[in-house]
């Protein structure tokens, strides 16, 4: 069963901008926090941004000022509006759907999409 599907990943230049969409299917709740993590080649996953139920955001410091998590409840979407993008920037974008329920880290509902790809070059 799929849970959230990413999109909106390309090429851009320098500079430029981009918006990820994740679509979340309709049992993902509000409760859910929605965050979008990114993976360099070579490198660990890494969490960009979060939204939680309420709205409260939270940002990676590599991207705070340029990047933009943002949900839409009514259509069960989350996006990712990333400006003044960087080469370092690069990476595939995942879309991830958490709700936890206890105390212990396996007290969680987790759901993945399969990424997209962000490819900043000129």
């Known amino acids: 069963q799929v849970h959230v599907v990413e999109s909106g990943g390309g090429l851009v230049q320098p500079g430029g901008s981009l918006r990820l969409s994740c679509a979340a299917s309709s049992h993902i709740s509000v409760n859910y926090a929605m965050s979008w993590y990114r993976q360099a080649p070579g490198k660990q996953r890494e969490l960009v941004a979060v939204?939680?139920?309420?709205?409260?955001?939270d940002y990676a410091d590599s991207v705070k000022g340029r990047f933009t998590i943002s949900r839409d409840n009514a259509k069960n979407m989350v996006y990712l509006q990333m400006n003044s993008l960087k080469s370092e920037d690069t990476g595939v974008y995942f879309c991830?759907?958490?709700?936890?329920?206890?105390?212990?880290?396996?007290?969680?509902?987790?759901?993945w999409g399969q990424g997209t790809q962000v490819t900043v070059a000129s």
């Open positions: 991830n759907a958490r709700l936890r329920f206890g105390a212990t880290p396996r007290d969680e509902f987790s759901y």
């Open positions: 939204i939680r139920h309420g709205g409260l955001t």
